[in-house]
């Protein structure tokens, strides 16, 4: 691990820890900063914390979470090994809606210098939200999701938010063929993600 990045995201936690920039820091159990690897060269970015998130203070931990996972784990990928978790809201917003515009352009500096300590070369954003923010305003999931653009250097693109994915389970299969695509892409531009900095 890359002790000086796991020191300065621990200390930008503990600054965000405190944050009270926007309306969503009143209804909070807890600030929802990350998760992850310092120096992953994957991450993942969704819109916001839900209920257990906000319980437990760490991202994508409820129902959603756990198909994440699932589907993280079957192109070997794992949180507490390789890739980074982050949202682009850090407080739960009410009743899950969305994140309001004006939430999103307070919280976003949390998620710029996460971004600026961690600097993955992949940037793979979970829903609409996401992608809208991150990639382009007029982004559409349902078509674009597994896409990939260059944006600034790094090679983003967008799958569909796994908690979509249990609404409408009949999207699995087009969720997983994103997922082996990432898994592809990650062998040919990432050297670290599955171990294979020696070949
Ligand atoms: S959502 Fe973001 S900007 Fe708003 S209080 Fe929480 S950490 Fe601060």
Known sequence: ??????TDLEKLKEECMNCT???LCSGRKNVVFGTGVPDAEVMFIGEGPGEQEDIKGEPFVGKAGILLDKMLAAVDLDRNKNIYIANIVKCRPPQNRDPKPEEQEHCIGWLRRQFAVIRPKIVVCLGRIAATRIIRPDFRISKEHGQFVSKGGVLMTAILHP???????????AAFEDFLSLQEKIKTVCER???????
């Not at 993600?193 to 070949?199: E, K, V, W």
Request: glycine share 4%.
């Open 1 to 6: 691990m890359d002790d000086d990045k796991h």
């Open 21 to 23: 920039a926007c309306e």
């Open 163 to 173: 908690a979509a994915l249990l609404r409408y389970p009949e999207n699995k299969p």
């Open 193 to 199: 993600t599955y171990g294979n900095d020696d070949i």
